[in-house]
């Protein structure tokens, strides 16, 4: 980064980066603000250097600046130290640009790349809001929450003293989503996966997860030598693993079998595939949680093991209490371990039944014009002091 710059003054600037489970909440918050009247040039973007920030911000004619940061490791190292300078940096950089361009309000979403704005802002007396979306809330905004001016939380458990509940916001697509026809057909179409087929759903994450793609690929190859299962396993492997992963995909791709599999690195339109599946295989971070229950879906959940606060374990066993899920922890995956529960589900399509029904009653709305709404007041009341 070398200065923090947009084109134009920016009334809001949103914090979120790192992971999708940042930014597209993120979104679907800004796309709130949107529509409650501020211009799309108003609100400006600050994350991480990923190339995820610009695959998925600038697509929605938002400006984005990239901070250049490094994570910290709890010992001491020169990693640390750079960590450091870098962070200082960059908060600097940003308390420069606040009192050059006044913008209204931050908005964090979390992650060690929401920090230095969150000191800026107050450092230059910005109004703050942070959004935890988590059942337990990270470091990042477990500080920031001490000085923020509001807190939201998706979940009691996040730990975050005074907060206020708000559902977790969807990615803009989600919110305005609608089941027609020809949009319930359009992933399956395009694929040529035909309607009665058992459509598997598998994700990672944005970044991918090397457990869950090893898994997935020695189950599709176990399941493809079988035969004997009419099933289609549609694989998101995630941008970090995919040159890992790319030639076995292919080559699973190619086999003609009953068991068709279908591969992609990245899908940032992921939704219509999971509107359409009959079960999902994911990590539980509260995103994915949150679209399950949108669209109804039962889901065999691989918690994230090394999540802060161990949140995703926490979401996992709340779908899995409710009826809504099965839970296979990360050091017990195996093809094995997924098949059997799988194949159970596969076969006994009323149990699955019961679990997407009760996925679907754990959905408590989106979060998103919530937030903006709070926003909006919180930038008018302080417009009018």
């Known amino acids: 980064m070398t200065k923090v710059a947009w084109q134009s003054k920016k009334t809001v600037w949103i914090a979120a980066g790192g992971t999708a489970g940042h930014l597209l909440p993120a979104l679907g918050v800004a796309e709130a603000l949107i529509r409650g009247g501020l211009a799309r040039s108003e609100i400006g973007?600050?994350?991480?250097?990923?190339?995820?920030?610009?695959?998925?911000?600038?697509?929605?004619?938002?400006?984005?600046v990239q901070l250049d940061l490094r994570g910290f490791v709890r010992k001491l190292s020169s990693t640390n130290i750079l960590g450091l300078w870098l962070l200082l940096k960059a908060t600097w950089r940003l308390v420069i640009a606040a009192r050059k361009t006044h913008p209204k309000?931050?908005?964090?979403?979390?992650?060690?790349?929401?920090?230095?704005?969150?000191?800026?802002?107050?450092?230059?007396?910005?109004?703050?809001?942070?959004?935890?979306?988590?059942a337990v809330a990270g470091l990042a905004n477990r500080l920031a929450s001490k000085i923020a001016t509001e807190v939201l939380?998706?979940?009691?458990?996040?730990?975050?003293?005074?907060?206020?509940?708000?559902?977790?916001?969807?990615?803009?697509?989600?919110?305005?989503?609608?089941?027609?026809?020809?949009?319930?057909?359009?992933?399956r179409r395009a694929q040529n996966i035909d309607e009665s087929a058992f459509l598997v759903c598998v994700f990672g994450g944005s970044l991918g997860s090397f457990t869950v793609n090893t898994a997935v690929l020695d189950l599709v190859e176990w399941w493809q030598a079988r035969d004997d299962l009419d099933i289609v396993v549609y694989h998101v492997i995630g941008s970090?693993?995919?040159?890992?992963?790319?030639?076995?995909?292919?080559?699973?791709?190619?086999?003609?079998?009953?068991?068709?599999?279908?591969?992609?690195?990245?899908?940032?339109?992921?939704?219509?595939?999971?509107?359409?599946?009959d079960l999902v295989v994911s990590r539980a971070g509260s995103g994915t949680v949150a679209e399950l229950g949108y669209f109804g879906k039962a889901a065999v959940l691989v918690p994230l093991p090394n999540a802060p606060g161990d949140h995703q374990n926490k979401n996992a066993q709340m779908l899995a209490?409710?009826?809504?899920?099965?839970?296979?922890?990360?050091?017990?995956?195996?093809k094995e371990r997924l098949g059997s529960v799988v194949e159970a589900?596969?076969?006994?399509?009323?149990?699955?039944?019961?679990?997407?029904?009760?996925?679907?009653?754990?959905?408590?709305?989106?979060?998103?014009?919530?937030?903006?709404?709070?926003?909006?007041?919180?930038?008018?009341?302080?417009?009018?002091?």
């Open 45 to 64: 973007f600050i994350g991480s250097t990923r190339p995820l920030e610009s695959q998925l911000v600038t697509p929605y004619g938002f400006e984005l």
């Open 105 to 134: 309000v931050l908005i964090g979403f979390g992650g060690y790349f929401s920090f230095p704005p969150v000191i800026a802002a107050k450092i230059t007396g910005i109004p703050c809001v942070i959004v935890e979306t988590n």
């Open 153 to 187: 939380v998706s979940s009691e458990t996040s730990g975050l003293k005074g907060a206020k509940k708000v559902g977790v916001p969807l990615r803009p697509e989600i919110s305005s989503w609608r089941a027609s026809r020809q949009q319930k057909d359009s992933f």
């Open 240 to 277: 970090r693993d995919f040159p890992k992963f790319e030639d076995r995909a292919r080559q699973r791709s190619g086999v003609v079998s009953k068991v068709k599999y279908i591969y992609s690195e990245f899908d940032s339109q992921i939704y219509k595939a999971l509107s359409e599946c």
């Open 321 to 334: 209490n409710l009826g809504a899920a099965r839970v296979i922890f990360d050091d017990e995956l195996s």
């Open 345 to 385: 589900l596969y076969r006994d399509r009323s149990v699955l039944d019961e679990m997407s029904k009760r996925s679907a009653e754990s959905f408590k709305g989106d979060g998103a014009p919530q937030i903006g709404e709070l926003v909006l007041g919180l930038m008018a009341k302080e417009g009018g002091e």
